[in-house]
């Protein structure tokens, strides 16, 4: 299973930023894949998830800003930010969990740098 990302950068706040991950290793249509971001000496946290079916859920930090996509015809997810705040900025990792066995799986993570 690997998972790579891209779309990571600077940008100023208020700007917008997109994030991408392409899987393989796994039948991708077939599950949840996740965004989580880490900020600088705090634990990782959630910030997006979509279901094998399209739905979606945030964080509530999101506050509407953000926008997770997938295109299984590519095996990819995106992460759409808008109106990023100096808050925002972190390491972004892409993940999912597989099954049979049990185990998650990440990225190696982009950084998005937000200067204040």
């Known amino acids: 299973v690997q998972l790579v990302e891209s779309g990571g950068g600077s940008v100023q706040q208020g700007g917008s930023l997109r994030l991408s991950c392409v899987a393989s290793g796994f039948t991708f249509k077939n599950f949840a894949m996740s965004w989580y971001r880490q900020v600088l000496g705090k634990e990782r946290e959630l910030v997006a998830l979509?279901?094998?079916?399209?739905?979606?859920r945030y964080a509530d930090f999101v506050r509407g800003r953000y926008t997770i996509s997938r295109d299984n015809a590519k095996n990819t997810i995106f992460l759409e930010m808008n109106g990023l705040e100096a808050g925002a900025e972190a390491t972004y990792y892409c993940?999912?969990?597989?099954?049979?066995?049990?185990?998650?799986?990440w990225g190696r993570g982009p950084q998005v740098i937000v200067p204040s």
């Open positions: 979509i279901t094998n079916d399209g739905k979606s």
């Open positions: 993940q999912t969990q597989l099954f049979r066995p049990k185990a998650d799986y």
